[in-house]
Every structure is written in C-alpha cells, then in structure tokens.
Nanobody, 117 residues
Framework: QVQLQESGPGLVKPSQTLSLTCTVS??????????WSWIRQPPGKGLEWIGY???????YYSPSLKSRTSISRDTSKNQFTLQLSSVTPEDTAVYYC?????????WGQGTQVTVSS
C-alpha cells in the first residue's frame, strides 16, 4: 500500500518561498512508470495541478506557475519537495501530493498553507 504524507509550514509570509515535502512509503519515487505530483485547492475553488517529477527525475510544471515553481527529490529518503517562490495570498490553498499512473491513484491527506503577514 502506497502512502504519501505532506509536511511543511502552515503559514508563509507574502514574498517568501513556500516549501513542502512529500514523504512516500510503500513505493519508490524512482519507478519510471509513475509521476509524483503537487496539486492544490484554493478555498472555494477547484483543484489546480502545479507540476510533477517523474521517476527519472524529469520535471514538468504548470505554465501559469512555471516561473515560480521548482520540484526536486531526495531519493535516499524517498521524498519529493515543492518550492513556490514569491508567494501572495492567492497561493493560499490546501496542497496535496499525489501519484499519477493511469490515474491519480494515491494522494496525501493534504496540508493547509496560508499566505499572510
């Protein structure tokens, strides 16, 4: 059974960098078949895909967030990390990490991040 768990600060100040880590158990993030994604849901809005890192380490980001997004990984810890720079209150959301194969089959429980001074 694959499990994903997000961790990181729940409050970030405007203009700072949001950093979240997803710890994966029950499966390796280096498996080529899967993509390891970050997805968010702002209050009152739908899900927004942020980007992914593949099993090979390749990354792909949403065009609307690309200039501020970086996803990296630590294979020794089976973790992948999201960094979103220059945040504003519009980046306030529940952030999820998820595994994508044919579908998004495993998700973390989500973590609330609020951008406020």
């Amino acid at each position: 059974q694959v499990q994903l768990q997000e961790s990181g600060p729940g409050l970030v100040k405007p203009s700072q960098t949001l950093s979240l880590t997803c710890t994966v158990s029950g499966g390796s993030i280096t498996t080529n078949y899967y993509y390891w994604s970050w997805i968010r849901q702002p209050p009152g809005k739908g899900l927004e895909w942020i980007g992914y890192i593949g099993g090979s380490g390749s990354t792909y980001y949403s065009p609307s967030l690309k200039s501020r997004t970086s996803i990296s990984r630590d294979t020794s810890k089976n973790q992948f990390t999201l960094q979103l720079s220059s945040v504003t209150p519009e980046d306030t959301a529940v952030y999820y990490c998820a595994r994508e194969g044919d579908t998004y089959d495993y998700w973390g429980q989500g973590t609330q991040v609020t951008v406020s001074s």
